[in-house]
């Protein structure tokens, strides 16, 4: 086995034991503190803001501005707009695809 394997197998089960974690130490009847209930619910939307921007505005180490922020402005309009989550995707990748092309 090589060692990218063997990572993704160690992740892999990592993954697992800190999925099991909170059930077998929290049971079934407690609870997590509201504090702690709130943070969770509010966590993944700023999480996903930066993965996009990071996404968007980075290569390497260094900031770039070029099509995919063309995409990313192009799904945000779509998204404003209120329209499917298909024809968002297909809208930014066809935009970034033309603004690559030129």
Known sequence: MTATWLTILLLAVVTYVLKAFGPIVLGGERSLPDRLTRLADDLPAPLLAALVAISTFAT??????????????????????????????????ATTALVRAL
């Not at 770039?64 to 404003?80: H, M, P, S």
């Not at 499917?84 to 990748?93: D, G, L, M, R, T």
Request: aromatic share 8%; charged share 10%; no cysteine.
């Open 60 to 93: 390497g180490t260094t900031w770039t501005i070029d099509a995919r922020a063309a995409g990313l402005a192009v799904a945000a309009a779509a998204l404003w707009k209120k329209l499917p989550f298909v024809v968002v995707v297909i809208a930014a990748a």
